[in-house]
């Protein structure tokens, strides 16, 4: 097996975390995995969703979107056809989900932390990629609350990371790109935690069935993958 | 550990496939798994999407919805909200997918198969009872466009169903009830064919992360589980 | 002139009313018109709508809505095309009023009731079927506020029942199935109280007009097919 | 039993049929009932909807709209609401239904005729102004018709228009207005044709229900007004 | 050159302003440019929204539509459609701004004035017509508030007024009409007050750019046909 | 008079226009105009819109958007609000109707071309900057099309670029930043030809109404800014 990239198995792609991309927002990252290009930015707002006024905690949500040609063909603008597709509510939900694992609410104060993926170039794995660097920007975001004087205690638990895994040419791969993915016989979607338990785990074949065994190399293979994204994010909080 | 229903770890709900369950259909069925209680219709319409004219091959595509007071708290209709939430996309995507898996499209002729899972009663798993219970209608179907002589070969190329396994304080269990799944740390579903191959593996962790060896628990509890309901879906069908 | 049911044209249809149909509404009945089957669910919600607001008295609205293949074509679920269409608004508000009817909404304290119709199996006379179904559920939906002690005296006012009755072949029929109501020159739904006093009465030529006589004609059946289907309503509402 | 306006029981009120009104349509017609005036179009379009492609055969259809402050109080557009209210739905159903038995669509040729009812003042009874107004447009779009040799023979069968009745402080009364309208126990519309025949009869209890004699009553009231309509009309259609 | 309609290139249309026009709202305007037909209605509501709250000012907001068949060719109705159109919110845009410049919103109170502007009958410059008529019914509902004693101040600064300009066949006209509109090589439109001060300049190549001085030329047409607007206005304003 | 930013008053911001921006676009252009950044994108699509089919013809249309922490305060996104909001559709309109004036539609071939302008970072000037940027990216797509062959002829006719002017604190200013763009008396967005005509003028009295004066003076500074942004199309066009 040869992948089109020429990378091995067990190679991610060329990974950059860039802080501060734009100037408004309280955390802002582009998070670039190889071609794939996504702008996170977190935002604060004070005030809670009215489902949990009144009980002291904070509470984080998620928005995901594409340029309409992020892709290889222009999709249309869902704000022109005015709603969002099941696949972006479907990750953005992912993103929501797997960023307030990170956190404690309690600590957060009555704080609504807004996080924002947009995807300006894809190329594959734009979920995985959205939530590494939207995890980045959060960190940015709650140094401004802390600043202010707007948190509880420390609200940040653990650190998230998001890799995809697959089966591409009957072999294990990680992190694929656009022609892998379109390619591949299975695609594994793994979130986890630095302290290497998992958040998410969503597998889907595309062709044949996967098996156990080939889901268990799969799983060891973004154990891997998730080390060096959690180095990486490291080193780009060092201010 | 005690599982509010009484049930040993490993032990699924009372399950019932009812079939025929309305008229009109080309395949109908009630399903229950203990409260939860859904009717998949699998409806079939001559032609295909646009983005398959042509090709000579069928299609399936499948909806999902609950009757608003199908659970403890009564929900806005999404008809009347005007739009389905992010959650009903989520579970009809995913029901989608699993029962496409099922079949060769090839072999199916330009006809498209709508699959509708309606829940009137929910008690948690409803996404894995849909799919276990559309799977049967979609047998009963494909037998409909047989007789009418619609098909090109034999469509069917395994079964599927579904089930869930969650971590519920702090033991793995199988086919989790609201109770359960509302306070469990980790919900998982699975969907497998009849050969015991993966189509799909959602595991979400809502509190604590789950580690390598509760996952691997789980997984094979679901495929302790899913022998059973192959079973049970073969029983149903016996005329 | 013969029915297609081999009915005597004063004959209503088999009718059934199922209490506690569903688990967790406070009022729930399945009620079936022959092959017309309406899951009628009514629930409690403490709170008045805005324009109620401090004016110490309930409220009650309705809903209507059809499971895609409840009837012999498949349609398109409102949900997913993002609106109600003008026949469901029609009816719903149809059903709304009547059951507003019969109750002293000054009584009900500050509660609105939801009344949810959901048609699983349609054969004609959805409406008329739904509004006699859901007058049972709302008894027992306002047990359950009296045992809360949430009422402000006794609100039903009177029962209320619905019928369809039309011109078939020239001849005035009771209670339409979809064989006749697809063929009727006149279709006439008529909503009664128990007392013989009328609600609603909405007449439609779809061919010829109809005459005076014949208007007369049909009255005289829908209060005939009433009597009965009140006797039905106490019946079922007896412990 | 004074009536606000001082008419009797079975006095219309004053009504006026002004053809021409705008330039662009084919048939425009401002009609008014009183203070009530309404804006009725009729425009002609080659070709049908899908459903009857290819069949050979017209139709016809309707909408209504009221300007946001044809009212007492403003009401929100329904433009930038995004959506229909289902009051506006059913009345633009019940003009459509009324006007498409004034045809035989056979003779139409395969054009479809648009209805507009505009209400640029409301002071009760909008619907049956609309159409008994939208009728004499209609004559108009037909002569264009003829004169440009669309028509396969004579597709008028019937003049229709329409008329509201009401119980107002216990008794009977023709042609309500908005007083009369807010406070009667009892409303009533009917649309006729002008050989006497029914076309539509809506009969809605507001307050107690109403008894059958009571609808006799309105009955009789509703013809006597209709056959001044039908006057009415005649004399506006002569060149 | 030579205009369709035979005007001189400075020539206005004749126009016409007739006050309280509908007796619903507190200002109600027929204004009509030769056969453009508007009716602009002012509606007063206490309260402003959400954002001004508490600051003790008022609020105007302006909405437009188009009966369907205004124009040549039905347009689809927009509250059917689902949204108004993008030139629809342009125009209606600008008549907000363009009154607002007409009052000294902390002299009103906290109100909200509603200004609708519906096109019964287009033949080009409609929005230009609405503002110029929707200003003498916004006069006439600033006296109702005056009355009423809902003032704290005299709101109004200035009167405002459009008209539009162009360039057609090579030379500068004014008060373009549907014929010229859509002919014309540069449209462009102008919003002045009373004082000779503009409010809002619009233009627009429809096809060869414009040059600087083409552009006075119609800056100089259009201020003579401003103070003519002007004096028109104030003899509809003499009682 | 001290700009906020410093400048002088004739004195544009820093222009910056990267080509090649995203890899997927037929052309693609980052655009800053000091911190205002926008993506504009141009991608070709073979086939016209209904209006234009078997015309020979083709066609530019264009949309906007903004990210939602593109600006100070976080937006709330249109594709879940369900819909672009009336400042975006005027916004896109005027960037269409710009570019289509730098082209011949007739040699354009049967093709359309979508323009995407996204907005990443805004501070003033995000439509004047959406334009001058998109326009660098249409002469790269019409570069693909003529590799292509897929042009009947040249269809450039001339180069479009917008900047904004304004008066702030009563003098004339060039390219208002964010802080003068909201504290401006008025604001004038000028779109030209590189031969110095007017393609389209738009300008609004935030305060007080402007005079011919003042409008002359902003018209002569915007076409001093038009000279030297043109020269930076053109440098930017070097390959």
């Known amino acids: 097996m040869k992948r089109p990239s020429g990378r091995a198995a ?15 927002a309280e955390g802002s990252v582009l998070v670039e995995f190889g071609d794939t290009k996504v702008i996170c930015t977190v935002s604060v707002e004070s005030g809670v969703p009215r489902f949990l006024k009144g009980q002291g905690q904070g509470w984080l949500t998620a928005e995901y979107g594409m340029l309409p040609r992020a892709t290889g063909e222009r999709n249309q603008r869902e704000a022109s056809r005015g709603k969002q597709g099941g696949r972006t509510l479907e990750i953005q939900r992912l993103i929501g989900r797997s960023l307030r694992a990170a956190l404690d609410m309690s600590k957060l104060g009555e704080n609504t932390l807004y996080v924002d993926c947009d995807v300006i170039q894809a190329d594959g794995g734009t979920r995985t990629a959205s939530i590494t660097g939207a995890m980045v920007a959060l960190i940015d975001a709650l140094k401004v609350l802390k600043k202010r004087g707007s948190l509880k205690g420390e609200p940040l638990k653990q650190m998230i990371a998001a890799v995809s895994v697959g089966i591409y040419q009957g072999e294990p791969v990680l992190d694929l790109d656009y022609l892998e993915d379109s390619a591949a016989e299975t695609d594994l979607n793994v979130v986890m935690t630095n302290a290497g338990g998992f958040i ?19 799983l060891a293979l973004a154990q891997k993958g998730m080390n060096e994204i959690f180095e990486l994010q490291k080193a780009a909080l060092v201010d």
């Open 200 to 218: 998410e785990v969503q597998g889907t074949a595309e062709g044949a069935p996967f098996q156990p065994d080939e889901f268990n190399a799969m």
């Open 10 to 24: 067990d190679q991610l792609r060329s990974i950059r975390i860039t802080r501060n991309y734009t100037k408004h």
